[in-house]
């Protein structure tokens, strides 16, 4: 076994310690279960008392086995752990998972004895799973190394869907909806604690599974943020979906994810973004999650986003086509052309789309072909869709509909073909093996739909490959408005022409050199917020307001901030026009540098529009990132204002992104506000900027 996965997933031998005679127990079950799937490898049970579990000889200690097993399952109380690490540490165990909980979850000295238990593994060079976990399984092997009572009544079916969990019990749930939707489950892991093993390591792992196709995944929160993004991309890349559920969007359920697994939440705002980034599906509910993943499983994804709605209820063809178009795809007519052969052969049918046959197709199934058969051929769907309700549960009807169905829908195996329909489970397997996504609810059905056209759409587009930047010698201690403006002009960014001056008369001079009118701020380190001590001064047309403006500033600085170190005063220009913006960088204690980008004003202090990306990134993501938010629309040149400058805007946008990621260590948060995007052609221009850098 030369890979720590190997080990977990396909052990040729398997150490289960404190193995149970009694098969309900959690140091019985395993041995139950490996034994019911007709697991191939050599199983070694451990426990001092026995001499026999389950009718397996037993050993008295791990020290006693035969032969070094590739992976030892510890069935034991926190308290027993240690001592059973050590002792697989010793005897060259490539690998371990711990069931027990009472470690870093519980507190201080939980988290110490983790501690232990991981610094004892590292230093034999043997992997972890666990500690509070439920273990994996690999159903292909009869493999399953886990004590969770879903497998009490019936084992699960190797299939295309891989599950990543750190809850076991979230992730022993999702395995047994997917058993009961039909899908069967190429690999399953629960990591827990993440006393070594985590949640990034196990996704990077399960996406390069071959029989893997889709995998959902479950985290309260991620440990290894470049790891996690790796496995992200690679699954991109290799076209295979991820359905996420990332808990802890509330303040209450961050510290409930604390308190569950140790795990540091971060802003869900930026997981979510970041998840969006890499083409990964965030589910909102576990139906979401098992419904999308569903639908990706079989590997097919529409070649575009238009849907043809077939119907023989005019009431549900408009409630799916209005939740078509709501989860992003395309509901475009029938041509014209297609609209009056369909009238005239049908003259009660509704032929735009949805295609409406009314009831008339129900005794007629001649009906439903002639409406079929020109959706497919004249249509251009890259999706069919039909609403069957009851029918394919009738006694009398399921059968022809079914025929009649297939016949309408033949030389276009090519397109997705999904249904809604309520039919005994048999019924639904028969379409299913016939090629359809079946769905009870219309809703889920368009969802689910939506997520795979947005699939298809990451999966498209090349790898993000934003050029590295060098990086700079940072300044010590904190910046100046005028000394974070040098620093990131080193980077590419553009700020107006400015000047510093010490006194009035020199910012007069300034001013006169640069026109009016102008805006004057105080400069200093240690003001960061320049407007609560009154130090910025707007508009001013003369020397006679700049002089006075100037001394007004410097006298309020010294008077509100008597310690503050002052530089002077910035004068510059006043630049109008174009559209407010705020960007900016922040230092996510999950996900590391990240770029915010929002509409200035009310647009992001009442209405919170901005998006985030996870740094670095290109101009074309970066294009994608404004096209995020709510009021794109006024950067397109909303009410006959002119088009902003979105191209430079995105510029910037990468720009930033590639500063942050190259002083990851050394820049703590970054903020440009207002950045002002002039109309196409003139570029943008940041009025202020402000860089806390960590302390030296």
Same mark, same amino acid.
């Given at each position: 076994?030369? +890979?720590?996965?190997?080990?977990?997933?396909?052990?040729?031998?398997?150490?289960?310690?404190?193995?149970?005679?009694?098969?309900?127990?959690?140091?019985?079950?395993?041995?139950?279960?490996?034994?019911?799937?007709?697991?191939?490898?050599?199983?070694?049970?451990?426990?001092?008392?026995?001499?026999?579990?389950?009718?397996?000889? #037993?050993?008295?200690?791990?020290?006693?086995?035969?032969?070094?097993?590739?992976?030892?399952?510890?069935?034991?109380?926190?308290?027993?752990?240690?001592? #059973?690490?050590? +002792?697989?540490?010793?005897?060259?165990?490539?690998?371990?998972?711990?069931?027990?909980?009472?470690?870093?979850?519980?507190?201080?000295?939980?988290?110490?004895?983790?501690?232990?238990?991981?610094?004892?593994?590292?230093?034999?060079?043997?992997?972890?799973?666990?500690?509070?976990?439920?273990?994996?399984?690999?159903?292909?092997?009869?493999?399953?190394?886990?004590?969770?009572?879903?497998?009490?009544?019936?084992?699960?079916?190797?299939?295309?869907?891989?599950?990543?969990?750190?809850?076991?019990?979230?992730?022993?749930?999702?395995?047994?909806?997917?058993?009961?939707?039909?899908?069967?489950?190429?690999?399953?892991?629960?990591?827990?604690?993440?006393?070594?093993?985590?949640? #990034?390591?196990?996704?990077?792992?399960?996406?390069?599974? =071959?029989?893997?196709?889709?995998?959902?995944?479950?985290?309260?929160?991620?440990?290894? /943020?470049?790891?996690?993004?790796?496995?992200?991309?690679? &699954?991109?890349?290799?076209?295979?979906?991820?359905?996420?559920?990332?808990?802890?969007?509330?303040?209450?359920?961050?510290?409930?994810?604390?308190?569950?697994?140790?795990?540091?939440?971060?802003?869900?705002?930026?997981?979510?973004?970041?998840?969006?980034?890499?083409?990964?599906?965030?589910?909102?509910?576990?139906?979401?999650?098992?419904?999308?993943?569903?639908?990706?499983?079989?590997?097919?994804?529409?070649?575009?986003?238009?849907?043809?709605?077939?119907?023989?209820?005019?009431?549900?063809?408009?409630?799916?086509?209005?939740?078509?178009?709501?989860?992003?795809?395309?509901?475009? $007519?029938?041509?014209?052309?297609?609209?009056?052969?369909?009238?005239?052969?049908?003259?009660?049918?509704?032929?735009?789309?949805?295609?409406?046959?009314?009831?008339?197709?129900?005794?007629?199934?001649?009906?439903?072909?002639?409406?079929?058969?020109?959706?497919?051929?004249?249509?251009?769907?890259?999706?069919?869709?039909?609403?069957?309700?009851?029918?394919?549960?009738?006694?009398?009807?399921?059968?022809?509909?079914?025929?009649?169905?297939?016949?309408?829908?033949?030389?276009?195996?090519?397109?997705?073909?999904?249904?809604?329909?309520?039919?005994?489970?048999?019924?639904?397997?028969?379409?299913?093996?016939?090629?359809?996504?079946?769905?009870?609810?219309?809703?889920?059905?368009?969802? &689910?739909?939506?997520?795979?056209?947005?699939?298809?759409?990451?999966?498209?587009?090349?790898?993000? #490959?934003?050029?590295?930047?060098?990086?700079?010698?940072?300044?010590?201690?904190?910046?100046?408005?005028?000394?974070?403006?040098?620093?990131?002009?080193?980077?590419?960014?553009?700020?107006?022409?400015?000047?510093?001056?010490?006194?009035?008369?020199?910012?007069?001079?300034?001013?006169?050199?640069?026109?009016?009118?102008?805006?004057?701020?105080?400069?200093?380190?240690?003001?960061?917020?320049?407007?609560?001590?009154?130090?910025?001064?707007?508009?001013?047309?003369?020397?006679?307001?700049?002089?006075?403006?100037?001394? &007004?500033?410097?006298?309020?600085?010294?008077?509100?901030? =008597?310690?503050?170190?002052?530089?002077?005063?910035?004068?510059?220009?006043?630049?109008?026009?174009?559209?407010?913006?705020?960007?900016?960088?922040?230092?996510?204690?999950?996900?590391?540098?990240?770029?915010?980008?929002?509409?200035?004003?009310?647009?992001?202090?009442?209405?919170?529009?901005?998006?985030?990306?996870?740094?670095?990134?290109?101009?074309?993501?970066?294009?994608?990132?404004?096209?995020?938010?709510?009021?794109?629309?006024?950067?397109?040149?909303?009410?006959?204002?002119? $088009?902003?400058?979105?191209?430079?805007?995105? /510029?910037?946008?990468?720009?930033?992104?590639?500063?942050?990621?190259?002083?990851?260590?050394?820049?703590?948060?970054?903020?440009?506000?207002?950045?002002?995007?002039?109309?196409?052609?003139?570029?943008?221009?940041?009025?202020?900027?402000?860089?806390?850098?960590?302390?030296?």
């Amino acid at each position: 076994m030369s +890979d720590a996965f190997d080990a977990l997933f396909a052990p040729q031998s398997v150490a289960l310690v404190g193995a149970s005679d009694d098969a309900s127990r959690i140091g019985g079950r395993p041995l139950r279960y490996l034994r019911e799937g007709g697991f191939k490898g050599r199983v070694l049970p451990v426990n001092p008392k026995r001499e026999t579990v389950q009718g397996l000889q #037993a050993y008295a200690a791990i020290a006693d086995l035969p032969e070094v097993p590739d992976t030892a399952i510890l069935a034991l109380p926190a308290s027993a752990t240690l001592k #059973a690490v050590e +002792d697989c540490a010793a005897r060259g165990v490539k690998s371990a998972m711990i069931f027990s909980a009472g470690f870093a979850e519980t507190g201080a000295e939980g988290e110490a004895l983790q501690a232990r238990l991981t610094a004892t593994a590292r230093e034999a060079g043997m992997r972890l799973l666990g500690p509070n976990c439920l273990g994996v399984f690999n159903p292909a092997l009869g493999y399953y190394g886990t004590f969770s009572v879903i497998l009490d009544t019936a084992l699960i079916a190797p299939g295309p869907v891989g599950i990543v969990s750190q809850s076991g019990a979230y992730g022993a749930h999702i395995a047994h909806l997917a058993r009961n939707r039909g899908l069967g489950i190429s690999q399953w892991i629960t990591t827990g604690n993440e006393a070594d093993i985590d949640v #990034a390591e196990a996704l990077s792992h399960m996406v390069r599974q =071959p029989d893997t196709r889709v995998v959902m995944a479950y985290a309260e929160g991620v440990r290894d /943020r470049d790891l996690f993004i790796d496995a992200l991309e690679t &699954a991109r890349q290799l076209h295979k979906p991820i359905v996420f559920m990332k808990t802890g969007r509330s303040a209450v359920g961050a510290a409930a994810a604390a308190s569950h697994t140790a795990a540091l939440a971060g802003s869900d705002g930026v997981f979510d973004a970041v998840l969006r980034q890499y083409g990964v599906h965030r589910a909102a509910t576990t139906a979401e999650q098992i419904d999308v993943a569903y639908a990706a499983a079989s590997g097919r994804f529409p070649a575009g986003d238009k849907v043809g709605i077939f119907t023989m209820s005019g009431g549900f063809g408009i409630q799916l086509a209005d939740d078509a178009e709501a989860a992003g795809l395309d509901v475009s $007519p029938m041509p014209e052309a297609a609209q009056k052969e369909l009238l005239a052969l049908l003259p009660y049918a509704a032929p735009r789309n949805p295609v409406d046959a009314t009831a008339q197709a129900v005794s007629d199934l001649d009906v439903l072909k002639a409406c079929v058969r020109p959706m497919m051929a004249q249509g251009g769907y890259d999706v069919f869709t039909a609403i069957l309700g009851t029918g394919p549960g009738s006694k009398t009807y399921a059968d022809p509909l079914r025929k009649a169905l297939m016949e309408a829908l033949a030389g276009h195996e090519d397109r997705i073909r999904a249904l809604t329909m309520s039919a005994p489970v048999e019924a639904v397997r028969r379409y299913e093996a016939d090629g359809f996504l079946v769905y009870e609810d219309g809703s889920a059905l368009a969802h &689910a739909l939506g997520a795979l056209a947005k699939f298809r759409r990451a999966f498209e587009r090349p790898a993000s #490959a934003p050029a590295p930047m060098a990086p700079l010698a940072l300044p010590q201690g904190p910046l100046s408005e005028a000394g974070a403006k040098a620093l990131l002009r080193q980077a590419g960014l553009r700020f107006a022409d400015e000047e510093l001056a010490a006194t009035s008369d020199a910012a007069v001079a300034a001013a006169d050199r640069l026109g009016y009118p102008v805006v004057a701020k105080i400069c200093s380190p240690d003001i960061a917020h320049k407007t609560e001590i009154g130090g910025v001064a707007v508009n001013l047309k003369d020397a006679q307001a700049v002089r006075a403006a100037t001394e &007004a500033i410097l006298a309020r600085a010294n008077a509100k901030a =008597p310690d503050a170190r002052i530089e002077g005063v910035l004068i510059a220009p006043m630049v109008q026009g174009g559209v407010e913006t705020i960007v900016g960088v922040t230092r996510d204690p999950v996900l590391g540098p990240v770029v915010m980008f929002g509409l200035g004003g009310i647009f992001v202090e009442v209405l919170k529009d901005v998006t985030f990306r996870a740094a670095p990134f290109d101009v074309p993501e970066a294009h994608r990132m404004i096209r995020e938010i709510r009021g794109f629309p006024l950067l397109e040149g909303a009410r006959g204002a002119e $088009p902003a400058d979105i191209d430079a805007l995105a /510029r910037l946008l990468s720009d930033l992104s590639r500063f942050a990621a190259a002083h990851r260590d050394g820049v703590i948060g970054i903020d440009l506000n207002p950045v002002r995007v002039l109309p196409k052609g003139q570029g943008v221009i940041a009025l202020d900027a402000l860089i806390e850098l960590e302390a030296s």
